[in-house]
């Protein structure tokens, strides 16, 4: 299928959603099997939280779009104190921890494309959040981020040879452990995220 111009958003929820929505003028193209918007030159698919629904998006959007490249956003939670809440990274390296390689044990390493001039990051895809702190603690030798869509994201792109890129900003840290704070601080920082997004990342692609 020949590609089109179009570049395709992959967000989790409609919470960290609706300022591209509304800062980009996309209208709702359908609701099943995801929420789509659209304006002439973007996609944003809502996949819905994890592996499974994230890579399940992308495929629906490389197969019915084909687009020039996906964009996986959203938040993370830092696994140290390195990040400040609501600092974007983009992310270079992906480590998918509960998918240990079968001889090594390592996690399966994945890598997404990059673009230059920004601050990097690497991030643990696992099949549920980690909130507690000593879990954090553990992980931080691996990662400095924890989401749970990046890993799959970039696996559905390369089965199908589409860019992709991950950018992620912190929405929690080890000191915060209650989902309440998480959806306060995704809601606090999302629309500083979008400004970032349209400023810095969007003229590069």
């Not at 998006?57 to 993370?76: E, H, R, T, W």
């Not at 099949?127 to 030798?141: C, M």
Request: proline share 6%; with cysteine.
């Amino acid at each position: 299928m020949e590609k089109n111009t179009l570049i395709c958003l992959v967000i989790a929820t409609l919470l960290e959603a609706k300022p591209f929505i509304a800062g980009l003028s996309l209208t709702s193209l359908e609701q099943k099997p995801f929420p789509v918007y659209k304006n002439k030159n973007h996609i944003l698919i809502i996949s819905g939280i994890g592996k499974a629904n994230a890579a399940m998006a992308c495929a629906y959007s490389c197969l019915k779009i084909a687009p020039s490249c996906i964009v996986n956003l959203g938040a993370a939670g830092a696994t140290g104190d390195r990040h400040t809440l609501g600092t974007p990274l983009h992310i270079k390296k992906v480590f998918e921890c509960d998918r240990p390689q079968l001889r090594s044990k390592y996690p399966h390493k994945l890598i997404p494309d990059i673009l230059e001039g920004f601050s990097y990051a690497k991030i643990a895809t696992l099949d549920r959040p980690v909130i507690d702190p000593a879990e954090r603690k553990k992980l931080s030798k691996t990662a400095d981020l924890i989401d749970m869509e990046s890993a799959s994201v970039i696996q559905a792109c390369r089965k199908f040879k589409t860019p992709c890129y991950v950018f992620k900003f912190v929405s929690d840290t080890p000191e915060h452990t209650r989902d309440n704070d998480i959806v306060e601080n995704i809601r606090k920082y999302r629309n500083d995220f979008f400004s970032f997004f349209r400023e810095s990342v969007l003229p590069l692609l």
